[in-house]
């Protein structure tokens, strides 16, 4: 079983910063891209950063230059630094990544979700 599980979320002032972690656990083969996603109350769930196992980073641009991904591949675990925040990034983050894992013989590849954290940004 893989379990992702997010956490650092919480309330902070604009310009504030914040520091989230997901790490994955299991029976973990490898772990390809890692993402960051947010949904805000009323809107669609949006993709807010991803880096890839080797390390290549993306961003949406309305986070460019604030917040940075990161990663640790020993401890399959992927970071999102958040800084110079506005209250228009309060939503609920989640962490998503694409883990192989095997079985039997077999290799499975899928994406896995966490449970989501609370990012509040207050003006």
């Known amino acids: 079983q893989v379990q992702v599980v997010e956490s650092g979320g919480g309330l902070v002032q604009a310009g504030g910063s914040l520091r989230l972690s997901c790490a994955a656990s299991?029976?973990?083969?490898?772990?390809?891209?890692m993402n960051w996603y947010r949904q805000a109350p009323g809107k669609q769930r949006e993709l807010v950063a991803s880096?890839?196992?080797?390390?290549?980073?993306r961003y949406t641009d309305s986070v460019k230059g604030r917040f940075t991904i990161s990663r640790d591949n020993a401890k399959n675990t992927v970071y999102l630094q958040m800084n110079s925040l506005k209250p228009e990034d309060t939503a609920v983050y989640y962490c998503?990544?694409?883990?192989?894992?095997?079985?039997?013989?077999?290799?499975?590849?899928?994406?896995?979700w966490g449970q989501g954290t609370q990012v509040t940004v207050s003006s």
């Open positions: 299991g029976s973990i083969s490898s772990i390809n891209t």
């Open positions: 880096i890839t196992s080797g390390g290549r980073t």
């Open positions: 998503n990544a694409y883990i192989t894992t095997s079985s039997g013989g077999l290799v499975y590849t899928k994406d896995y």
